[in-house]
């Protein structure tokens, strides 16, 4: 079965510092993966995905994550924070057809002047 | 384009109640799944619908059930409701009908409270 670790339950960034966020998969075949995030009140956005290809995926909003197979992670990353990226993000594995999404728990961002 | 829309907004029941939550997919999508989000937690999969059918199903009794209409929209029922049925249920569309992966688009969800 499919599943996804998210270590870091709360992380704190000062604004313009860079950001990484930590996700483990587990998943028998070549995973689909996903970065998602949700604001207070809000439904899921799509930052990025990958599918097959560049392991270095670039998204919206300034995010890109890359894909590492041997070590099962598809950590995102942002080299400048703002303070509107604060939110809660989660991490993502899709089975191959029928789009079964599994979600990590979610790491909660922080943002500090 | 409106994207996924969810009806209602919130919602509050007590124990035993049924509740039917409604969504309507972003124009085109013909594929519709559910997710359970439980406070402090990532959503969890409930079913998906597609050609009015049920295609896959989570781990979640059969308390659960939905429907699709013709128009794609769809339903989600809670039967026999426990207080650990709160949560928030999120909605997403996709317009893959077939074994390609295509985006979901999720809507705002439905906030129900189990008293």
């Known amino acids: 079965a499919q599943s996804v670790t998210q270590p870091d339950i709360h992380i704190t960034v000062s604004e313009g510092a860079s950001l990484e966020l930590r996700c483990n998969y587990s998943?028998?075949?070549?995973?689909?993966l996903f970065w998602y995030v949700q604001s207070p009140g809000q439904g899921l956005q799509l930052l990025l995905k990958?599918?097959?290809?560049?392991?270095l995926v670039q998204g919206i909003k300034g995010f890109e994550a890359e894909f590492k197979r041997s070590q099962s992670s598809f950590n995102l990353r942002k080299p400048s924070v703002h303070w509107s990226d604060a939110a809660e993000y989660f991490c993502?594995?899709?089975?191959?057809?029928?789009?079964?999404?599994?979600f990590g728990t979610g790491t909660k961002l922080q943002v500090i002047p | 384009d409106a994207g996924v829309t969810q009806s209602p907004t919130h919602l509050i029941k007590t124990r035993g109640q049924q509740v039917t939550l409604r969504c309507s997919p972003k124009s085109g999508h013909d594929t519709v799944s559910w997710y359970q989000q439980a406070l402090g937690q990532g959503p969890q999969f409930i079913f998906q619908?597609?050609?009015?059918?049920?295609?896959q199903r989570g781990n979640f009794p059969d308390r659960f059930s939905g429907h699709q209409f013709p128009n794609y929209s769809s339903e989600l029922n809670v039967n026999a409701l426990l207080l650990g049925d709160s949560a928030l249920y999120l909605c997403?569309?996709?317009?893959?009908?077939?074994?390609?992966?295509?985006?979901?688009?999720f809507g705002p969800g439905t906030r129900l409270t189990v008293l």
């Open positions: 998943y028998g075949a070549t995973p689909y």
């Open positions: 619908y597609y050609e009015e059918e049920e295609r």
């Open positions: 990958y599918f097959s290809g560049d392991t």
């Open positions: 997403a569309s996709s317009d893959s009908g077939g074994a390609t992966y295509n985006e979901q688009f």
């Open positions: 993502a594995v899709g089975s191959g057809g029928y789009q079964k999404v599994t």
